[in-house]
């Protein structure tokens, strides 16, 4: 007999079975529960009638598992003590970790299952680490876990390979890479790097000798970050092992490069190619330079938008433009490389800048601006402060003003418009074309 209402929880499904037929309750017992086992589950027969119903309540629990609730503070930390008789007491924070008090000290440790075998980690003493310092190496131990890596046996490792930090470590090895090359860097990749290398390398590898570190630790680091969602920053952050281990090789310091063979296509997911909407058609093209002429915004706005499609930069290298790199009367703006998306034949060239022709009318538009912002760094200062350039979304918000979404324009449009447009005319070089993109070398 079917009986209305929701469906059961999915753990319980199971549990419901075609029972026999119960016999009419009397009037003196109108409603008859019986105990049933069933299972992991305790379960009822209800009976009312000519119908009888198991009802089971799901030892599974409802709330968010993945939520672990801790159950320590730092006050009860503070006073937990050992049982009277002087045997060590236990006290457990969730996930396996827990303080363990004798008459001598408190330690913390953690409980875990590695190839069907129980496991203890220790994680260090207290109050010499706190709460919170447990708790974040007990997450990093279970992120150890999960990646099948067993956290007592990475431990031992790392003890067995941490070298003096004056000596091979990978850490001081990619410290003096990262000295020799900022030099050639823009101030914003310095700081990126430096992250990166601090944040998601070094606490897993840099005490290391260069020469311990193998493809397993670092497909673990690449793993890590693209876990947290960051595949274009664990692409980088292999890129920068990669080089650290070139210098080393180079340098004698290290027998071979554990970087070279990992193939990221393998390890992350491919990366879908990036197109920035542009606008090609001539008609169109010449709409947008009317649109931009008489745009009723900012004035600083409007004059970048006006020399992004004369000068093909991509959006950072034009919003950064400082006064002191721009020479009107020999119509060239001399960009340092450091500036610069770093493109492969200026390196190889050994070239230290990019030099862009200024054509007249772009000339105009920097004289026009000058008045306004020649006395300041940039030619176009943020509103916010003339301290610092231009933000990307100023030009994007200037281009949705005018009626131009994410989908028909974008700052970085103007480089593929004026690309194929040049290409398309058939009066110039392309590899010239290309070498004014600063673009990097196909071959």
């Known amino acids: 007999m079917g009986v209305g209402g929701s469906n059961p929880l999915a753990p ?32 009822s027969m209800v009976c009312h009638t000519n119908v009888c119903i198991i009802v089971c309540i799901s030892q599974f629990p409802r709330r968010d598992t993945n939520k672990m609730n801790r159950k320590l503070t730092d006050s009860k930390v503070k006073h937990f003590k050992h049982k009277p008789d002087g045997r060590p007491a236990f006290y457990s924070d969730g996930g396996g970790l827990f303080l363990m008090v004798d008459s001598l000290k408190k330690c913390w440790r953690y409980n875990y299952r590695m190839d069907g075998r129980q496991k203890t980690l220790s ?11 447990a708790r974040r190496k007990h997450e990093e131990a279970r992120a150890l876990l999960a990646r099948g890596v ?66 397993g630790d670092i497909i673990s680091i690449v793993k890590r970050v693209a876990d947290r969602g960051a595949e274009d920053v664990a692409r980088r952050v292999k890129q920068y092992i990669l080089q650290v281990y070139k210098y080393a090789v180079t340098m004698e310091l290290a027998n071979r490069n554990p970087a070279a063979d990992i193939d990221n296509n393998i390890i992350l997911r491919p990366r879908a190619k990036r197109h920035f909407a542009t606008i090609t058609d001539p008609v169109k093209v010449g709409q947008l330079m009317r649109d931009m002429d008489t745009y009723q915004g900012s004035f600083v706005v409007r004059c970048a938008l006006r020399l992004s499609s004369l000068v093909m930069l991509r959006p950072g290298e034009l919003r950064a433009a400082e006064w002191t790199e721009i020479d009107l009367d020999t119509a060239t703006w001399t960009i340092p490389i450091k500036r610069m998306k770093a493109p492969t034949h200026i390196k190889q060239a050994n070239q230290s800048v990019h030099i862009v022709p200024l ?10 601006l000058q008045p306004f912002t020649g006395h300041f760094r940039y030619v176009f200062p943020s509103a916010r402060g003339a301290s610092r350039p231009l933000s990307d979304n100023g030009l994007r918000v200037a281009l949705r003003t005018m009626g131009y979404d994410n989908d028909t324009m974008t700052p970085h449009g103007f480089r593929g418009m004026a690309s194929s447009l040049l290409n398309q005319m058939g009066r110039f070089n392309p590899d010239a074309i290309e070498r004014q993109l600063a673009h990097k070398d196909k071959d």
């Open 12 to 43: 319980t499904i199971s549990l419901f079975h075609t029972v026999p037929q119960c016999s009419k309750p009397s009037k003196k017992q109108p409603l008859e529960v019986f105990s049933v086992s069933h299972g992991v589950s305790p379960c």
């Open 150 to 215: 067993d956290p007592s046996s990475h431990k031992r490792r790392m003890k067995a390979s941490r070298v003096d930090l004056t000596s091979t470590s990978f850490q001081v090895t990619a410290d003096e890479w990262f000295q020799r090359s900022v030099p050639g860097w823009s101030e914003s990749h310095i700081t990126r790097t430096r992250r990166y290398l601090e944040k998601d390398i070094y606490p897993w590898i840099g005490a290391l000798n260069i020469n311990e570190v193998t493809p």
């Open 359 to 368: 054509s007249r009318q772009a000339v105009a538009i920097l004289e026009e």
């Open 123 to 133: 994680i260090g003493t207290y109050p010499e680490t706190s709460l919170q310092e």
